[in-house]
């Protein structure tokens, strides 16, 4: 199965700043999947990233704040922008292969 | 959109006994995932069912897929502390090119 290098593995930033999150895949994957987890509670999708395109985002959720990035088959970026204490969660990414979905060790944000 | 309900939400069991985690889906599972998380970690992947009556056991934990393929079931034998943490269910969609849905999750405890 596909391994990823997610990376940093947590962070603490200032209200205001942005972060960029990054996701190194092993092998070439059409699409990748962004997931929140804010705290005590489930993993919620952000959206799905697809090489060459925009990608598509869930209910809820804005490019404008959460801007990503897919230049090619085995990365992806996904930046939390503009961010306050409510954009303190766990972030992680996932991919799909022939053998299952693989996730990122994911990133733990906490915004002060 | 599916939907994945999770029972219970929480647990607290003593050490050695037998737990049940339940998962149940609004529509028809084509490929049903179950992870465990430790507090504040990223996801440990446990099974992956797709066929009705499937059962897959790995040492003390077993998982089950209902002939119906809505609701699958998480055992766990003989409980130990190293148990401990959150179980999620994932659903996947009939193309390999979708996200998972993931339900609540359950907060298992184990006292000794």
């Known amino acids: 199965s596909a391994v990823i290098s997610q990376k940093p593995s947590r962070d603490i930033c200032q209200r205001g700043t942005s972060l960029t999150i990054q996701c190194q895949v092993d092998?070439?994957?059409?699409?990748m999947f962004w997931y929140r987890q804010q705290p005590g509670q489930s993993l919620t999708l952000i959206a799905t990233a697809n090489q060459g395109s925009e990608a598509t985002y869930e209910s809820g959720f804005v490019i404008d704040k959460f801007p990503i990035s897919r230049p090619n088959l085995t990365f992806s970026t996904l930046t939390v922008s503009n961010m306050s204490p409510e954009d303190s969660s766990i972030y992680l990414c996932s991919v799909s292969s022939g053998y299952g979905y693989t996730f990122g060790s994911g990133t733990r944000l906490t915004v002060v | 959109s599916q939907e994945l309900e999770q029972s219970p939400q929480s647990l607290i069991v003593q050490e050695g006994k037998n737990l049940t985690i339940n998962c149940t889906s609004s529509k028809t599972l084509y490929g049903l995932y179950w992870y465990k998380q430790k507090y504040g970690e990223g996801l440990i992947f446990l099974m992956m069912?797709?066929?009705?009556?499937e059962e897959k056991s790995h040492e003390k934990i077993t998982a089950k897929l209902d002939e119906k393929k809505q609701q699958s079931s998480l055992h766990i034998t003989a409980s130990q502390p190293s148990h401990a943490g959150i179980y999620l269910c994932g659903a996947a969609g009939n193309s390999g090119n979708t996200p998972l849905v993931f339900g609540k999750g359950t907060r298992l405890s184990v006292i000794a």
């Open positions: 069912l797709q066929k009705g009556g």
């Open positions: 092998s070439q994957v059409t699409m």
